[in-house]
């Protein structure tokens, strides 16, 4: 890890959410890691869900202290304005409005565990801490096509692990290839 890059302060904020809880005379709080972006006190962000939400940022906490700023990587604690606790869930991103298209769709390829032909058809994905139902095509052991049951804020390179619901067995690992591919008109 100590010779990886450090993470671009400037690049698109995306956070994906751990907890989300209200505290009396603060209101909504969400935890999550924050990877990639910046955050700032009074910033304007989206919470990407069920529903898309714009809110505010009222306030940021890490590692027990109050901070005005914050930048990857961080463990954060967001105040936020404009939403309550309970239209923010596990599995929603905190993103820079405007520059994340979500999607359903993606084309995948295989990083780790068996070949993609042999996993089942339904499966769930996990990406950040989403876990979402999705249906998996696949064009041959390396490569398929998914698509998820709710829309999520992904890009070219986003890493994904593949799992069987009915065994709740880990199938292995897939990299996003194609976060908005044409659709397939034949078998």
Do not use: C, K, Y
Request: hydrophobic letters at 35%.
């Amino acid at each position: 890890l100590a010779g990886r890059p450090a993470p671009d302060p400037a690049a698109r904020l995306r956070l994906w959410v751990d907890r989300s809880f209200a505290i009396t005379g603060a209101g909504t709080v969400v935890t999550g890691t924050l990877a990639t972006g910046r955050l700032t006190r009074g910033d304007h962000v989206q919470v990407l869900g069920d529903d898309t939400h714009e809110v505010t940022v009222r306030g940021l906490q890490s590692r027990g202290r109050t901070h005005d700023r914050l930048e990857p990587i961080d463990r954060v604690a967001l105040n936020l304005r404009g939403v309550s606790a309970d239209q923010v869930r596990r599995g929603d991103a905190i993103v820079s409005p405007g520059l994340w298209p979500v999607t359903t769709r993606l084309d995948v390829r295989r990083m780790t565990g068996p070949g993609l032909t042999e996993a089942p058809e339904h499966l769930t994905v996990h990406v950040g801490t989403a876990a979402v139902p999705a249906r998996m095509r696949p064009f041959d052991d390396d490569h398929g096509r998914l698509t998820l049951a709710r829309p999520l804020p992904l890009m070219v390179g986003d890493r994904l692990v593949l799992r069987n619901p009915g065994t709740r067995r880990i199938l292995g690992g897939a990299r996003v290839l194609d976060a908005d591919p044409p659709e397939l008109r034949r078998r």
